[in-house]
T-cell receptor
Framework: EAQVTQNPRYLITVTGKKLTVTCSQNMNHEYMSWYRQDPGLGLRQIYYSMNVEVTDKGDVPEGYKVSRKEKRNFPLILESPSPNQTSLYFC???????????????FGPGTRLTVL | RKEVEQDPGPFNVPEGATVAFNCTYSNSASQSFFWYRQDCRKEPKLLMSVYSSGNEDGRFTAQLNRASQYISLLIRDSKLSDSATYLCVVNSMDTGRRALTFGSGTRLQVQP
């Protein structure tokens, strides 16, 4: 089954304790992206990757890191989580497409993170 | 001003009603437009792309007005299962970053 998976689905942690949220897709997509969703603010992009070893900042990259060592995986790293990073996080992937056209993005099920 | 703006709703409509959502976007250079659907606490899923000539998929019709920079979604004969949040999505061209910008969503509640 074609899908995007994220782990963990739920996480409660404390300020300053490093964590990683994994994202994996099995559709051979070049493009992967991380979003956070907060009430009233919609989905905001954190980081994205156009292909292996190519990553770039989105709208709200502060406090986050990513890596893209393999095509299928795009982990999100919070080196020192803070309470303002409490949010619902989504990973998404798509075929790259040629500008100005964009392809459908497939989303993972989401990770609900609470930082105390 | 937000890049993509939507009326947050909620729109409460009876089954069988026709309901329309509008969305405005600020970037006149945007080229790609979508409507995504998001059920409560679930991931967004593509409902339909929006093409310049307008397009229809069953009970759903999407329209694009480039001159006024707005996109619309019309749902006919609403079903209980249509209850969800509808996200307007536009490609962002800011600083050459290839990304999609999501509106905050319009919540629809279809009542029996």
């Amino acid at each position: 089954e074609a899908q995007v998976t994220q782990n963990p689905r739920y996480l409660i942690t404390v300020t300053g304790k490093k964590l990683t949220v994994t994202c994996s897709q099995n559709m051979n997509h070049e493009y992967m992206s991380w979003y956070r969703q907060d009430p009233g603010l919609g989905l905001r992009q954190i980081y994205y990757s156009m292909n292996v070893e190519v990553t770039d900042k989105g709208d709200v990259p502060e406090g986050y890191k990513v890596s893209r060592k393999e095509k299928r995986n795009f982990p999100l790293i919070l080196e020192s989580p803070s309470p303002n990073q409490t949010s619902l996080y989504f990973c998404a992937s798509s075929f790259r497409g040629e500008p100005p056209h964009y392809n459908e993005q497939f989303f993972g099920p989401g990770t609900r993170l609470t930082v105390l | 001003r937000k890049e993509v703006e939507q009326d947050p709703g909620p729109f409460n409509v009876p089954e069988g009603a026709t309901v329309a959502f509008n969305c405005t976007y600020s970037n006149s250079a945007s080229q790609s437009f979508f409507w995504y659907r998001q059920d409560c606490r679930k991931e967004p899923k593509l409902l339909m792309s929006v093409y310049s000539s307008g397009n229809e998929d069953g009970r759903f019709t999407a329209q694009l007005n480039r001159a006024s920079q707005y996109i619309s979604l019309l749902i006919r004969d609403s079903k209980l299962s249509d209850s969800a949040t509808y996200l307007c999505v536009v490609n962002s061209m800011d600083t050459g970053r290839r990304a999609l910008t999501f509106g905050s969503g319009t919540r629809l509640q279809v009542q029996p």
